[in-house]
């Protein structure tokens, strides 16, 4: 776990006063949006969760934290079926989304990833314009009538994914010429570009130097007014920076999960407290 | 712990060892570039011998003397009814007896002296009276007048000016006399005789006098099997690539075939040849020596090259594309047809072309199927009797006219143009569709 030894002690002094200003939605207030049930997974013979059991809320930041191969991740694309691609994965549980079972007979997945879009560890835009890059998803979705429905869809996103200035002038230049920020929120703009309801985010400042990092979590803070956003992070100062909510994984199982406060000042289980004082991972 | 971590580790060799070793290395480095620089040369050297070699025998081919006379059309030869729309007498016209009295006034040549005129009726070709008929087929206005007319010499005459009958040779030893020899001379004196660009090289069909042989029939053929292998083997090869590298479950089963086509790439191509005559001819009934059947044949060699070569470009395409496509909500095939094949082009177009530049020169299973024919007429369809490029010019270097053995390094030429403009084509379109992610 590569958390900064010398910064540890500011991000848990900083953290509650940070989170509290940024909480937006009082606890008794939260409404339910995901609910996993009793979810069990295997990669063929490998188990890879166990009985997790997680409440994600509407309309604010929940960030999945955990050493490498807990599964945070596997956890993250059970939400929008990403693992059915995967041979040999085999799931067992209920996830609910607003109260329906996602992985129901009747639940198609093209559809289900159109509600919950997915942006990626390493900036993977589509080897296109930027323009074709964001109208791509409305596009298969049949969400325009007109072309000038597409450009205000792609304007629109590319605006709320806080690019919009930076490219307005090169819209028909290919996406992958331009830096990994910029990529990163051109996937972020591609991802809300069909309105998903939940943003799916498989740590997506990883591969991002800390000022475009900075920039992408300032772009979380504003995106989860209208969105529920689920993170993966290795940053612990960036799950205390941009969560409400924090889930601790541990080798497949969730160990904790807890206003992010409680998780960084108070945790209830010591695997917790040695997790994100340092002590291992 | 610490103690052992802080000091340094004994070195074992003295300064001077490790600086030999050094050098060996570098010496080492410096032997494998020269051996690379050699392998490279000797190739090289290969290479030009080649060229020059059918280069230095074939250029000649694609010029073809011919004898430059005035010709009277004469109406009562050609046309006796006077009515120039009756194309039936004028296709039984006699227009080389019209071309040899022209020679004959060239070279005042007696009326009577059969001799004579049978040794300087030699000098032209047979393809003379073709010659005529279809100039004045193609323009009837011609009979009654007078007009000069390139007509093709016999091989001989074109084998000495171009150098291959030698003037010293005692006459009973050469196919030409010292009387003919004379007149060409004479000819040669007042222009009347000159080597041109050879046209019917590339128009004419097969022919028994090397003068009017040409390789017309056999191109048609090619471009006709080409085209069947490329409609038929890539977008099934492309199918079938696809098929197998994103909706095949992995079983038993998806790797025999794995392993059956990798195993058919490498199928010499005469028993594909032997597949094609017991399939398309024996058991499907088609016609012998059709472009079809050859490009069917072809198609089937062509088929595992494609397969290989496209699902290598699928494996290459970025796992992070195809996620990034699933993950905004587009279904497989969408996510094959937008993202993945798209990126494939250039792998799918370098497939494509170095299977067709394979199947274009393959002459073995063709030889199977009776492509191997003495064929005049253009092939109006896939179906009619036709050659190939590369049959030719196995039909020709095995006949015996001197004037054959220029005519097969020149195909030979023509083919390799061909193959080298293919594999450029294949270089600029890899390059053109090429997209870096």
């Known amino acids: ?281 | 712990m610490t103690d052992i971590a802080a000091s340094s580790l004994p070195v074992f060799a003295t300064k001077a060892e490790i600086s030999k070793r050094l050098r060996q290395r570098h010496a080492a480095e410096r032997r494998f570039r020269a051996y690379g620089i050699a392998a490279l040369l000797f190739g090289l050297i290969f290479l030009v011998v080649l060229f020059t070699s059918i280069i230095g025998k074939g250029w000649t081919a694609f010029l073809q003397t011919s004898v430059h006379v005035p010709i009277y059309f004469d109406p009562a030869e050609i046309n006796p009814s006077g009515n120039p729309a009756d194309r039936d007498e004028l296709m039984r016209a006699d227009y080389s007896k019209l071309a040899r009295d022209a020679l004959f006034k060239a070279l005042n040549v007696g009326a009577d002296d059969k001799k004579e005129r049978r040794a300087a009726g030699a000098l032209l070709s047979r393809g003379v009276d073709i010659q005529l008929r279809n100039a004045v087929l193609a323009d009837p206005s011609l009979i009654g007048q007078t007009r000069a007319e390139w007509l093709l010499a016999s091989d001989n005459v074109d084998a000495f000016l171009k150098g291959s009958i030698d003037r010293e040779t005692p006459p009973d030893r050469r196919p030409l006399s010292d009387q003919q020899l004379t007149w060409i001379d004479q000819l040669a004196a007042k222009d009347m005789i000159a080597k041109r660009f050879n046209t019917g090289l590339f128009v004419n069909g097969a022919s028994s006098d090397p003068e009017t042989a040409g390789l017309g029939v056999a191109l048609i053929g090619s471009a006709y099997m080409m085209l069947i292998v490329i409609l038929l083997s890539v977008p099934l090869g492309v199918a079938a690539a696809v098929y197998l590298e994103e909706f095949a479950p992995k079983s038993k089963w998806s790797d025999i075939i794995e392993v059956n086509i990798n195993n058919l790439a490498a199928v010499p191509s005469i028993v594909f040849g032997l597949l094609g005559l017991a399939i398309f001819i024996g058991f499907l009934g088609l016609p012998r020596s059709a472009s079809l059947v050859g490009g069917l044949v072809l198609s089937l060699m062509t088929l595992p090259t494609i397969i290989i070569a496209t699902r290598a470009a699928i494996k290459s395409v970025p796992p992070s594309i195809r996620e990034a496509a699933l993950g905004v909500g587009a279904s497989k095939m969408q996510v094959i047809t937008h993202h993945i094949v798209p990126l494939t082009v250039p792998g799918i177009l370098t497939g494509m072309i170095i299977g067709l530049v394979r199947a274009i020169g393959e002459t073995a299973p063709l030889l199977m199927i009776g492509m191997v024919a003495f064929v005049v007429d253009y092939p109006k369809t896939p179906l009619s009797p036709a050659t190939a490029l590369p049959v030719q010019i196995y039909m020709w270097a095995t006949a015996a006219e001197r004037g054959f053995i220029e005519r097969t390094a020149g195909a030979t030429i023509v083919l390799l143009l061909f193959l080298v403009v293919m594999n450029s084509a294949a270089v600029y379109l890899r390059q053109k569709f090429e997209r870096k992610w």
């Open chain 1, 1 to 281: 776990m590569e958390v900064d030894v010398e910064a540890r002690p500011t991000v848990r002094v900083q953290a509650p006063t940070a989170i509290e200003a940024k909480e937006g939605v009082a606890p008794e207030q939260r409404e339910l949006k995901f609910r996993a049930t009793d979810v069990n997974l295997w990669y063929g013979e490998k188990q890879a969760l166990f009985d997790v059991n997680l409440d994600i809320f509407d309309r604010s930041v929940t960030a999945l934290i955990g050493p490498s191969g807990c599964g945070k991740s596997t956890f993250l694309r059970c939400l929008n079926r990403m693992n059915d691609t995967i041979e040999g994965c085999r799931m067992t549980g209920d996830i609910r989304l607003d109260g329906e079972d996602i992985y129901a007979r009747d639940v198609d997945p093209v559809q289900l990833r159109a509600r919950v879009g997915m942006v990626f560890q390493k900036p993977n835009p589509f080897p296109k314009t930027i323009f074709e890059n964001v109208a791509y998803a409305p596009r298969i979705h049949g969400l325009c009538k007109s072309k000038a429905d597409l450009e205000e869809v792609v304007v629109k996103s590319l605006q709320r994914a806080g690019l919009y200035e930076e490219v307005k002038d090169r819209l028909d230049e290919p996406g992958t010429g331009l830096s990994g920020g910029q990529q990163q929120r051109l996937c972020i703009a591609r991802a809300i570009s069909v309105n998903p309801e939940v943003l799916l985010m498989d740590e997506p400042c990883s591969a991002l130097d800390p000022i475009a990092t900075a920039r992408i979590e300032t772009l979380i803070d504003e995106l989860k007014k209208s969105f529920c956003i689920v993170i993966v992070t290795h940053s612990m100062q960036q799950a205390a920076r941009v969560s409400q909510r924090t889930a601790f994984f541990h080798l497949g199982k969730l160990v904790e999960v807890d206003d992010t406060v409680k998780i960084f000042t108070n945790p209830a289980d010591t695997r917790t407290q040695d997790y994100v004082t340092g002590r291992f991972g």
